[in-house]
């Protein structure tokens, strides 16, 4: 019965070459988000979905991307890696962007060789 | 903006020994509280929740209260067991619209046999 899937959960890619993560939810939650967490520090956001609506973090590298095709899925896309993106990448979902918890998947470990 | 202070780490305590891992917040109006827990290789799951001044979440023998006059929401376990040693989150998730959550740094705890 898991309620946030990530695939693959583990990812190697090299230097430069595009990759592509994704997340799916069996919640049917409106809001999506994607994180990056390195050496279990907190997770940093990197953008949200509020449905279709996306929001992306000031800070966040244009080097991130992310598609939201439907209401299940969502993927983040990183154009070019660098030796810094190495990191847990987590997927989670929430009912409502106010006082609600968030639901977790298991996350993506990215290694940049 | 919103802010979580957690207690630094790592915690490390023998089995049976009582813990509490302080977390104290910063926040506009009535955030709703969080703590999660992740363990090595996994995302984050919720633990507990209060979302109101005074609630008191509780769940697998751990108990937080929302208290708002100490803006605080501290963690405590009667009774540690080795499968608790994880990495543990506190949050908060404004009650509005614009909001998104705002997590501590975690800490670290590793308990002993």
């Known amino acids: 019965d898991a309620m946030v899937i990530q695939n693959p959960r583990y990812q190697v890619t090299q230097f430069g070459k595009p990759v592509t993560l994704s997340c799916s939810q069996t919640l049917n939650h409106n809001v999506m988000y994607w994180y990056q967490q390195k050496s279990s520090q907190a997770p940093k956001l990197l953008f949200h979905?509020?449905?279709?609506?996306?929001?992306n973090e000031a800070d966040t590298p244009d080097n991130f991307q992310s598609r939201r095709p439907n209401t299940s899925f969502c993927f983040l896309d990183i154009r070019s890696p660098g030796l810094g993106d190495a990191a847990m990448y987590l997927c989670a979902t929430s009912r409502d962007t106010r006082s609600y918890e968030q639901y977790f998947g298991p996350g993506t470990r990215l290694t940049v060789t | 903006g919103d802010s979580v202070t957690q207690m630094e780490g790592p915690v490390t305590l023998s089995e049976e020994a009582f813990l509490t891992i302080n977390c104290t917040y910063t926040a506009t109006g009535y955030p709703s509280l969080f703590w999660y827990v992740q363990y090595p290789g996994e995302g984050l799951q919720l633990l507990l929740k209060?979302?109101?001044?005074?609630d008191k979440g509780s769940n697998k023998g751990f108990e937080a209260t929302y208290r708002k006059e100490t803006t605080s929401f501290h963690l405590e376990k009667g009774s540690v067991q080795v499968s608790d040693s994880a990495v543990y989150f506190c949050a908060l998730s404004p009650n509005t619209n614009a909001g998104k959550s705002t997590f501590g740094d975690g800490t670290t705890l590793t308990v002993k046999p």
């Open positions: 209060a979302t109101k001044a005074d």
């Open positions: 979905y509020y449905d279709k609506d996306f929001n």
